[in-house]
Each structure stands twice: as C-alpha cells, then as structure tokens.
C-alpha cells in the first residue's frame, strides 16, 4: 500500500467528518430538499368525501336569513336551513325535504304554510290551475290537476323533488320517468320553480 502524506490523510478524514455531519443534518430535517412530486389526482367517488369541493346554495322564503351559502358537501338541507338562521314561523316544513343532500348551485326554497282555508287554489276550468303551480312545494292533488299529468305522473315528480332536493328549472321537469318532450312543452305554462 502506498504511503499517504499525513496533510492529505487529514483532509480525507476531516472531508469525511464533514460529509456524515450534513447527511445526519439532512435527515434530521426530513431528507434532502428535493422538488415535490406531483400530487396524485384525487379519486372521485359516488358519495361526498372530505375531500369533495364545498357546494354553494341559495336559501330563499320562509327563513330568517335567506342568501347563498357555502356548505361542505354531503351536508343535508336541514343544515342549509339551519346555516339561513332557521325557517320562520309560518315556514311550511313539511314541503321541505330537509333529509335530502344539498347540491351545488341549488335554490333551497321554504314555502310558507297556506292557510286552512286557501288551501284550494280557484281553477279556470275543471282540472286546470288557474295560476303556475310551484313544483318545488305542489302536493299530489295539485299535480294531478294539471292537464296532461296523472295520479302516477304526479307521484313520480314528488318523488324526484324528494330524491334530488327540489328542481331547479321546469326544464329539469323533463328527467322525470314519463315525461318526454311533448308533455313537458304542455307543462311549461302550468308550472313553475
């Protein structure tokens, strides 16, 4: 083996001292500062996360502080309810799906409870509202009086409303089981959101 010089014997040995000092520094900060990888896409799953991006609704009617709102997704509407302030006294809850999950850009609306006696909407002819009926807050009776719209018909738009939280547009009218697009060209001046 060939003979080292003593100076460069040191500076081997004071280079190796220097090099385990910086790699027990690195880790003890948590490794070496390297550029980030990217960050995996997030999975996109049938059911709200907590990862889903929040929803923004709008509550109106019968409620103490009716305004869009930013909710975490997944919330129900009677979180959005609760969020506007709470509904008034003369809110009518029971037209209100409050079990059914908010969606984004929605309009939550609480009707106001009509009184015992105005309960009967006046037709202008036998079967025909006289006014727009509202589909986010009809009962079965008032849809079966629309024309073109029978008992079963009238059950499967309370049961989308349920379902999906109320509609949105009357265009949306068209996504219910048995309404094509004759019916609901006839729909458009007896209904309304």
Do not use: C
Request: proline share 8%.
């Amino acid at each position: 083996m060939p003979d080292i010089p003593p100076r460069q014997l040191a500076a081997w040995a004071i280079a190796a001292v220097a090099v385990t000092l910086l790699a027990l520094w690195l880790l003890a900060r948590g490794g070496p500062a390297v550029a980030p990888a990217a960050a995996p896409a997030i999975k996109v799953s049938g059911e709200g996360g907590g990862d889903a991006a929040p929803v923004v609704v709008h509550v109106a009617g019968e409620v103490r502080a009716a305004g869009v709102y930013r909710l975490r997704a997944g919330t129900r509407v009677s979180d959005a309810v609760e969020r506007a302030g709470g509904a008034t006294r003369r809110a009518d809850l029971s037209q209100v799906n409050l079990a059914a999950k908010v969606e984004d850009g929605r309009q939550i609306l609480v009707p106001r409870r009509v009184p015992a006696g105005a309960a009967a909407a006046p037709t202008t002819a036998p079967g025909q509202p006289a006014a727009p009926v509202n589909l986010n807050t009809a009962t079965l009776e008032q849809l079966d009086a629309l024309a073109g719209v029978g008992p079963v018909t009238a059950q499967k738009i309370l049961d989308y409303r349920e379902e999906h939280g109320g509609f949105g547009s009357v265009d949306e009218l068209g996504q219910v089981p048995g309404i094509g697009d004759v019916r609901l060209a006839s729909l458009r001046e007896q209904v309304r959101v």
